[in-house]
Nanobody
């Protein structure tokens, strides 16, 4: 199973920016899918952004409608890292954010990092 360590959460004002980082225990380039999810209190965990490294279709990226145009997911193969750049943050972006990978059919989760957006 892939070990994931997240960082970068914190408190930010509405309209501000944060960058979340997730370092994996194996090469990101060899992992089928990497993603960020989030979960707010009382809500189900939801997909925020995902990169899939498909064999036939290549690399695809998708975002939740609520973050499209504001958030950007990216990877750095040299650092075995996945990033989530979050801009124009809104109150409703407040949640615990989790890094997620699917590797050889197995799902791994990070421990979560809290993002709080204040008025």
């Amino acid at each position: 199973q892939v070990q994931l360590v997240e960082s970068g959460g914190g408190l930010v004002q509405t309209g501000g920016s944060l960058t979340l980082s997730c370092v994996a225990s194996k090469s990101i380039s060899k992992i089928y899918a990497v993603a960020w999810y989030r979960q707010a209190p009382g809500n189900q965990r939801e997909l925020v952004a995902r990169i899939i490294n498909g064999i036939t279709v290549g690399r695809t990226t998708n975002y939740a409608k609520s973050v499209e145009g504001r958030f950007t997911i990216s990877t750095d193969n040299d650092k075995n890292a996945v990033f989530l750049q979050m801009d124009s943050l809104k109150l409703e972006d407040t949640a615990t954010y989790y890094c997620n990978v699917v590797d050889n059919g197995r799902v791994s989760w990070g421990q979560g990092t809290q993002v709080t957006v204040s008025p």
